[in-house]
């Protein structure tokens, strides 16, 4: 079963649980994004979302522009001898929404919009 469907089938109640899953859902569709049709959940994102503080605070945007930039180095060491024709890179990374989300709040009076998960 894959996290969206687990997701909706979860009732709404006090615990922190069905939030988690939310929580893992964006971390994993959203930032951590691999590909258009499955994706791979990093041990690291299934902690993080165990401690919402934690998810709160992480450096989020370095944490993507760091994955962008290592697969922005590994497809320029495989493709070192050139892109052959008819050939189709793929880029997946979240760091472009990142800056038009930047730029959107330097632009606006009341800054940025922020969700503390706990609020909710």
Known sequence: MDVKEKLLKMKVDSSDERLKMAVLYFLARVIRRRSKG????EPFILQAVDDLDFV???PWGRYTFDGCMKEIFHLRDYFLNGIPEKTLWVFH???NPLEIVQECANESTRGPRQHDFHST
């Open 56 to 58: 709160n605070t992480f």
């Open 93 to 95: 990374g979240f760091i």
């Open 38 to 41: 499955g994706y791979f959940i």
